[in-house]
């Protein structure tokens, strides 16, 4: 990137770009949207700006406004769906603390709905995935086993009470757990969405030029989930994510297959993995209970650059 004043851009697969606009502030902006993953509209707007506002917060930053981006099949859907689902997001919005202040919607054959979100944030106080450091653990703040479970929805074969804990679980803010990384003091952030913990934690590897180490058995999960991967009813996108990352792992002591699907599952709106000193851990998650985000693991920890860039022990 030839302009200087990019601090953030796409070379490191990272949550948001990142402009600076004087010595000690910068832009911090995002854009995310997607298809339909609930049958309820005003859901779907909830979990789709949870979604788009977790981009801002995995930069430990807090959103100043948004945007909405709507693409809409209106031969084909009444305009109270639009209605219910705009109105998902500005009230998600409205629990962030900002305002959708306008937007832009086309006429789609595929119903897509997301915001794109911009902060106003110091310099010093955006953290990036590209700061992880050797003898930083990895901390998680949501558990895994959205993507089956959606896939599950998807195929009409998930319960109704088990809809509704995973929507609220979509549309729960990461504002928590962004505030206990400004607190604490973390050294790197990426939250966990489409390409797994084990594609993001990648990218946090590659960007920050280190290598990590995953305990599985410490991995947050939905135990509901578990039944559809012993079944293989999961998302295509988790045998993709899955395929993409294992020629840079190494697995220790024997994994069973359902494991590493589960830790290539696809999240929507999922936790941030954070890379914080040793010396915080404790305070860390400490910080995430008291604050009640859905989970506070110590998941792994980061190491000095080795020949695979992710070890995964059981």
């Known amino acids: 990137m030839d302009d200087p004043n990019a601090l953030v851009a796409a070379d490191t697969a990272d949550d948001c770009a990142v402009y600076r606009v004087n010595e000690t502030h910068a832009i ?27 981009d801002i917060y995995a930069m430990g930053v807090e959103p100043l406004f948004a945007l909405s981006i709507m693409g809409f ?3 084909n859907l009444p305009l109270s769906v639009m209605s219910d689902i705009l109105r998902g997001g500005v009230d998600k919005a409205k629990e962030a603390g900002i305002s959708v202040l306008g937007g832009h ?27 992880a450091r050797p003898g930083d653990d990895l901390v998680l703040t949501k558990p895994l086993g959205v ?15 088990l809809i509704e804990k995973v929507t609220a679980l979509m549309a729960t803010l990461n ?24 594609g993001h934690l990648l990218e946090m590897t590659q960007a920050s030029k280190v290598s990590a180490e995953i ?4 991995v947050p999960t939905l135990e509901e989930a578990w039944e559809f991967v012993r079944k293989g009813k999961i998302p295509a996108a988790t045998h993709t994510n899955l395929q993409y ?24 709106a999922g936790g941030l993995l954070i890379a914080v000193s040793s010396e915080k851990t404790e305070q860390l998650i400490a910080r995430l209970q008291e604050l009640k985000t859905p989970a506070a ?15 995964v022990y059981p």
């Open 147 to 161: 993507g089956a479970i959606s896939s599950a929805i998807q195929r009409r074969i998930a319960s109704e009470p």
């Open 175 to 198: 504002k928590d757990a962004a505030q206990a990384i400004r607190e604490v003091g973390v050294h790197a952030v990426t939250d966990v969405t489409g390409f797994g913990l084990l």
């Open 105 to 131: 919607t086309v006429e789609d054959s595929e119903l897509k709905y997301g915001l794109v979100v911009t902060a106003y944030a110091e310099i010093d106080q955006i953290r990036t995935n590209g700061d």
């Open 73 to 75: 099949p209106q031969h």
């Open 297 to 311: 693991s110590h998941v792994g920890r980061i190491t000095e650059e080795q020949d695979k860039p992710i070890v």
């Open 28 to 54: 911090v902006q995002s854009v995310d949207f997607f298809t339909p993953i609930v049958d309820d509209p005003y859901s779907f707007g909830q979990i789709a700006a949870a979604n788009s506002l977790s």
């Open 215 to 218: 305990f599985a058995g410490n």
């Open 245 to 268: 990352v294992n020629p840079h792992l190494r697995y220790e002591n024997g994994l069973r297959q359902e494991i590493s699907l589960m830790l290539a599952d696809p999240q929507t």
